[in-house]
Nanobody
Framework: QVQLVESGGGLVQPGGSLRLSCVAS????????MGWFRQAPGKEREFVAV????????FYADSVKDRFAISKDNAKKTVYLHMSSLNPEDTAVYYC????????????????WGQGTQVTVSA
């Protein structure tokens, strides 16, 4: 059974940084694009970032561009989301997802989802 397990969420002050990790039990992780989505209370889930299977291409939502960075380690079957200059609007549950296709604007076309990790930005 495929599992995606996120970690690294927590409480951080405005202006701070966090790194989220997602370990995937995908036998062929290297052929999957991976991405991050988030869902704030009372809002729909939204695209945050996506990385191609090779790791050579990355795309971001406008709201996080230049603040967040996605990376992928195929040897460790792990995808990361480095978040900096966090603000209260970044508060949400962050979900990792994997799929064999992706869209530049909508992120990975998910075949698998993680359970989510809470990120709270507050003073």
């Amino acid at each position: 059974q495929v599992q995606l397990v996120e970690s690294g969420g927590g409480l951080v002050q405005p202006g701070g940084s966090l790194r989220l990790s997602c370990v995937a039990s995908l036998p062929t992780f290297e052929i999957y694009a991976m991405g991050w989505f988030r869902q704030a209370p009372g809002k729909e889930r939204e695209f945050v970032a996506v990385i191609s299977a090779s790791g050579r291409s990355t795309f971001y939502a406008d709201s996080v561009k230049d603040r967040f960075a996605i990376s992928k380690d195929n040897a460790k079957k792990t995808v990361y989301l480095h978040m900096s200059s966090l603000n209260p609007e970044d508060t949400a549950v962050y979900y990792c997802a994997g799929g064999q296709a992706f869209s530049h604007e909508r992120g990975v076309i998910a075949e698998y989802w993680g359970q989510g990790t809470q990120v709270t930005v507050s003073a």
